[in-house]
């Protein structure tokens, strides 16, 4: 089925250090929602963005809705050890079949 | 009570076994959800449920049944399953549907193995 590009795939970091990962579609989308899985739990949704352009943070974590609606970028600032898990992207448009459309995943290692 | 509850949390099962997973949620929720998550990939969506009937079945294989009791119940009745089967699968939950993809609960999700 249809997937998102989400970049990196996989990021290896010093403890500290800030990341950024992002998803992009050829889709338009009108709901941008960015996920944490960690190993053996189901995912937590951190930060939902409703409107293009739109900014939202949650504590260390920011996510930005692109102005064409076919992107969005998650920023994690000051990493730290239990950020260390999978972070999914999904878009929501209900002319998609009102599904969900998920990204890949960015695996997130923090060296301590 | 913002909760979703799976059980078993994990589950080994022949291929001739007959089993079932299930989910439960107290928070008022109407639409609950089914996907099946194989490891390092994003969830499948597989069964939607809304008001306790089935609204979307993603053409998942009869070997997989669903199955909603009441509107804080989900269950998965799996028979004749093959080792591919093998995965991580979730419940979740949200208020209603449609859209209620975007703003679901998830549960821990039971880690099935097929032998």
């Known amino acids: 089925g249809q997937q998102l590009n989400q970049s990196p795939q996989s990021m290896f970091i010093q403890e500290g250090e800030d990341v950024s990962m992002n998803c992009t579609s050829s889709?338009?989308?009108?709901?941008w929602l960015w996920y944490k899985q960690d190993p053996g739990e189901g995912p937590v949704l951190l930060i939902a963005l409703y409107k293009a352009g739109e900014l939202t943070s949650n504590g260390r974590l920011t996510a930005q809705f692109g102005i064409t609606r076919k992107d969005s970028f998650l920023n994690i600032s000051a990493s730290i050890p239990s950020d260390v898990g999978i972070y999914f992207c999904?878009?929501?448009?209900?002319?998609?079949?009102?599904?969900?459309?998920w990204g890949l995943g960015t695996s997130l290692a923090v060296n301590p | 009570d913002t909760e979703v509850t799976q059980t078993p949390k994990h589950l080994v099962m022949g291929m001739t076994n007959k089993k079932s997973l299930k989910c439960e949620q107290h928070m008022g929720h109407r639409a609950m959800y089914w996907y099946k998550q194989k490891a390092k990939k994003p969830p499948e969506l597989m069964f939607v449920?809304?008001?306790?009937?089935?609204?979307i079945n993603e053409s998942v294989p009869s070997r997989f049944s669903p199955e909603c009791p009441n509107s804080s119940l989900l269950n998965l009745h799996l028979h004749a399953l093959q080792p591919e089967d093998s995965a991580l699968y979730l419940c979740?939950?949200?208020?209603?549907?449609?859209?209620?993809?975007?703003?679901?609960?998830f549960g821990q999700g039971t880690r099935l193995t097929v032998v």
């Open positions: 449920y809304s008001y306790e009937k089935l609204s």
């Open positions: 999904a878009g929501y448009n209900a002319g998609n079949n009102r599904k969900l459309i």
């Open positions: 979740a939950s949200s208020q209603d549907f449609p859209r209620g993809e975007t703003e679901a609960f």
């Open positions: 889709s338009i989308f009108n709901t």
